[in-house]
């Protein structure tokens, strides 16, 4: 008991840096985890339906155009784009999940009914006889994910869908090949879309039209707004969510990114220019299991501060060896913590793990000291530390604060208990200090 409480000091940091080596060993095993998880989703991507991206609709023109070079006619094809003056698109997106093994993905089903129309004033530019085909086209990041009971609308005549865009800037989609009889006489084309598709995670649309609106609702709580414009407004609550946006030419510029895209092949910034929504997990068991590793070195020194106080206020010392067995238990309470939230959930993994952790020290500190009450008081501390961990990783928000503010605590607390202890005194003489 004449052991130097500085030198019992000194090995119980060493012995905590120690056990940071098995916590950054868990640390590294959610992160191969976590890969395996987004490895999987790939996968299941890649065999079903992956992110989808909506651009149109539109009408694609070809026609050609006589040049005269060198004293000769030259017929030359052109294309050109008409987008819409007005598109208001209403989508419902209903979630299911996609298992692997232990792993799983959110995927969709969408029904999106768009309507609007187009002018044709630009169509008289082009001589009649000079036209060759008329497509009302609709591209789409990954068409195997789109639905059998789409249909398309002109003016209340329902037409056959083609797949493909015919354009190879925006290869995947389907198209509507127009009469040109039909169009010949019109100043403007009313479309009626019942778009259906299935995709992961993710759902974007580019403003095409001169106006556009859309409105978006799902039974997912937790969604994250994407793209370059955030809602105007916007309702989330435990049962999904609603979203609404509004655009117009002079936010979009879309027109002069459509030319880009379609002549001079630079589609990146069309594709960029969207709005919609990303379907994600608030906080996976993973990052959270990550984020309570964080916590593993105040949880450490906190405990091993209560066992050197009570080498300090107790007649029993305590051997390093008996200090690397509590440690051990606590990093095993991570491990614990990981592989059971995989199967059963992060709340539930973590009362189990927590309360194995508990019990397991109870004992082992009641045989320790030769004190059952003692043994007990640790538990009961140790459980209202796994709880306050608990409520730190709840609140996402406020973890800096609560941490904050528990490490403040426990340091008055230990400051106020250890103010009279003579640190250079023996265990003998603070006992007899204490009992005169």
């Known amino acids: 008991m004449r052991q130097k409480l500085g030198t019992k000091f000194g090995m119980i940091v060493i012995l905590i840096l120690g056990l940071l080596i098995p916590i950054f060993m868990i640390q590294g095993l959610i992160d191969d985890r976590q890969a395996l998880q987004l490895e999987v989703r790939e996968d299941i991507a890649r065999s079903s339906s992956g992110e989808q991206r909506v651009i149109g609709p539109f009408l694609h023109i070809t026609y050609t155009e006589t040049q005269e070079r060198n004293g000769e006619l030259l017929n030359r094809d052109?294309?050109?784009?008409?987008?819409?003056?007005?598109?208001?698109?209403?989508?419902?997106?209903?979630?299911?999940?996609?298992?692997?093994?232990?792993y799983k993905a959110i995927l969709y089903r969408s029904m999106s009914e768009m309507k609007g129309r187009f002018e044709l004033s630009a169509l008289s530019s082009i001589e009649f006889d000079k036209i060759k085909n008329v497509d009302l086209v609709i591209a789409i990041k990954d068409i195997r994910g789109i639905g059998q009971n789409t249909q398309i609308k002109l003016d209340d005549t329902?037409?056959?869908?083609?797949?493909?865009?015919?354009?190879?800037?925006?290869?995947?989609?389907?198209?509507?090949?127009?009469?040109?009889?039909?169009?010949?006489?019109?100043?403007?084309l009313d479309f009626s879309i019942d778009l259906a598709l299935q995709g992961m995670q993710k759902l974007s649309v580019v403003p095409v039209a001169r106006h556009t609106q859309v409105s978006m609702n799902s039974n997912w709580p937790h969604p994250s707004f994407v793209g370059n414009y955030l809602p105007i407004d916007s309702t989330i609550t435990e049962q999904g969510f609603t979203a609404n946006w509004q655009t117009n030419f002079f936010a979009t510029n879309i027109e002069e990114l459509f030319s880009k895209c379609l002549f001079a092949t630079q589609c990146e910034l069309l594709n960029e220019r969207s709005l919609g929504v990303s379907l994600v997990e608030s906080v996976d068991h993973y990052l959270k299991s990550y984020r309570a590793t964080n916590y593993a070195l105040l949880v450490f020194t906190l405990v091993f501060a209560c066992f050197f106080l009570l080498e300090v206020f107790n007649a029993k010392p305590l051997h390093p060896i008996q200090y690397g067995f509590v440690g051990l238990s606590l990093?095993?309470?991570?491990?614990?913590?990981?592989s059971l939230s995989e199967h059963i959930g992060f709340n539930s993994a973590?009362?189990?793990?927590a309360f194995s952790s508990s019990s397991l020290l109870s004992v082992y500190v009641s045989g320790m000291l030769k004190n059952t009450n003692q043994g007990a008081a640790f538990c009961f501390g140790l459980v209202c530390l796994y709880g306050l961990l608990f409520g730190l990783l709840s609140a996402e928000d406020y973890a800096l604060l609560m941490g904050s503010l528990l490490v403040f605590l426990v340091l008055n607390i230990t400051m106020l208990v250890t103010r009279k202890v003579d640190w250079y005194q023996s265990k003998e003489d603070v006992i007899e200090a204490d009992g005169s």
């Open 78 to 102: 052109k294309r050109l784009m008409i987008l819409p003056e007005s598109l208001n698109l209403n989508s419902k997106l209903d979630t299911f999940s996609k298992y692997r093994g232990i």
């Open 158 to 188: 329902l037409h056959t869908l083609l797949p493909g865009t015919g354009i190879s800037q925006l290869p995947e989609g389907v198209r509507v090949n127009l009469a040109l009889t039909n169009l010949s006489a019109k100043q403007e």
């Open 331 to 338: 990093a095993v309470f991570y491990l614990l913590l990981v």
């Open 350 to 353: 973590y009362l189990i793990a």
